[in-house]
């Protein structure tokens, strides 16, 4: 009761400054959340290193589960592929200064530390969830080209170099050769039951299912924190009304992409779809990545407000 007070308040404390933030700062509210984001991570992953704690043989820092510690970095993950592809968008239409080319050397570099991370705390489904965020990245930036030649050919290139430099990190550093072996272990453990028991636990929440719900905490009745699913915990915890209120919310999100401008409609869609990653295998309301969730939905409140100011 306690976690899930402090998680209904950090909810209510983000959706208000999402809210706040749009009226003070309009389309500088994303450039606000990213530098905040970027360093908030260094005093965290710092501490989290210094403490260096392992469970189940896989990096926890001062979680006290790895997958929390894995899930923790994809919204690091978020900003930094924002970032990058800012960063490539100047560099593709002929801003190819230096600044921007060591820009991307080092977002490229807190890239490959932030998969280290996620390698070490064997979180498969941050790996499948940043994986599919660096896609939808990449088609985000190919779209852009609109089949110019010079500009594609420059996309082509700046991404054969960076998929090489990751390669070669794979392959060359003997700490990333040791990440990777460590979550192809877990897979190789969990190859039998690769759900890890979370269909028995869909399937229970099914047949038990009630109108309104069972309360917070009930599947500890069969000895399971959670459902490991968000829209299913919402259902077994909630109810069907929860769950409709919930997903009219996300709909809400995506459907204000009408009213964004381009840098506001990828963030979004990039928070979106790690959103939707690590709610098919976890429960998304106590993870970090929903305080972006939050922070972007103040964007759909813009349209039509007017901002009185005072003097």
């Known amino acids: 009761m306690v976690l899930l007070k402090n998680s209904l308040q950090l909810m209510c404390m ?33 501490l989290c290193f210094q403490q260096a704690n392992y469970m189940f043989s ?5 979680f006290e589960n790895p997958n929390t510690m894995g899930f923790s ?31 991307f050397i080092l977002y490229m570099t807190v890239y490959i530390f932030t998969l280290y991370v996620i390698l070490l705390s064997n979180a498969r489904t941050s790996l499948l969830t940043v994986s599919i965020a660096t896609v939808v990245v990449f088609f985000c930036i190919v779209k852009s080209m609109n089949k110019t030649f010079l500009p594609l050919l420059k996309l082509i290139l700046l991404f054969v170099g960076a998929g090489l430099v990751l390669v070669i990190v794979m392959i060359k550093l003997d700490i990333m050769q040791e990440a990777v072996q460590s979550i192809l272990s877990k897979m190789e453990k969990k190859s039998t039951n690769i759900t890890d028991g979370r269909l028995e636990i869909w399937h229970y929440v099914i047949e038990q299912f009630r109108f309104w719900g069972h309360g917070v905490e009930s599947l500890w009745s069969i000895g399971v924190a959670h459902a490991h699913n968000t829209f299913i915990n919402i259902v077994q915890e909630t109810g069907l ?47 970090m990545l929903h305080i972006l969730v939050f922070v972007v939905s103040g964007t759909i409140y813009n349209k039509g407000k007017i901002t009185i100011t005072s003097e």
Request: aromatic fraction near 14%; charged fraction near 10%.
């Open 58 to 62: 896989a990096f926890s820092g001062v």
């Open 241 to 287: 009304l929860a769950l409709i209120s919930y997903c009219l919310f996300l709909l809400a999100i995506v459907k204000g992409y009408r009213h964004m401008n381009e840098q506001a409609i990828v963030f979004t869609g990039l928070v979106m779809v790690a959103a939707l990653g690590v709610s098919t295998f976890e429960i998304l309301y106590f993870n």
């Open 14 to 46: 983000f959706i208000a400054v999402s809210i706040f933030f749009n009226d003070l700062v309009k389309e500088q509210v994303i450039e606000i959340v990213l530098n905040s984001v970027l360093m908030a991570y260094i005093p965290f992953l710092a």
């Open 73 to 103: 970095m994809i919204g690091l993950m978020i900003v930094v592929l924002m970032r990058l592809y800012k960063v490539a968008m100047q560099m593709l239409h002929g801003q190819q200064q230096v600044n921007y080319i060591w820009s």
